[in-house]
């Protein structure tokens, strides 16, 4: 069975402006149908839990409703109602501001850079830009050069 990397940045934002939920989204909607990549948890302990802890959803109740296979927006839509029509702005704002305020120690981002063949002059410091480098590289050693 063929395993996906996932591609959709935790720099991305569906309508209720939720960074990463839409990569969360996608990663356990993947590992649902049994194409998750096996180095790619379905709920990690990084943005995955930050992103629930910041909307107020528990793990179970959000792997109960994956499990019926929504589409983004019937996410999305489920959320709201979890949260009684509306999601608190602010919070919205302080966990958006979390994710992208959020450095990897050095060990990894010096892993990420090297196994992408970058310098690590200083200037990529943020996770989400590390991340998506790290998905890139992956994709392609997987999928391109095979």
Request: net charge negative.
């Amino acid at each position: 069975m063929t395993q996906i990397i996932p591609l959709i940045s935790s720099g991305t934002r569906g309508p209720l402006g939720v960074l990463h939920l839409p990569r969360l989204w996608q990663k356990v909607s993947l590992d649902i149908a049994g194409k998750l990549h096996s180095e790619y948890p379905a709920i990690g302990n990084g943005f995955d839990q930050m992103v629930l802890e910041g909307l107020g959803i528990d793990n179970e109740s959000f792997l109960k409703f994956m499990a019926s296979k929504p589409t983004y927006p019937q996410l999305e839509a489920w959320i709201l109602s979890e949260k009684g029509g509306s999601l608190d702005s602010a919070a919205v704002e302080e966990l958006n501001n979390g994710i992208l305020g959020y450095n990897h120690d050095d060990e990894t981002r010096k892993g990420i850079l090297s196994a992408a063949g970058i310098e690590d002059d200083g200037s990529i410091l943020d996770a989400v830009s590390l991340n998506n480098l790290e998905d890139w590289q992956d994709f392609h050693a997987e999928v391109i050069k095979g």
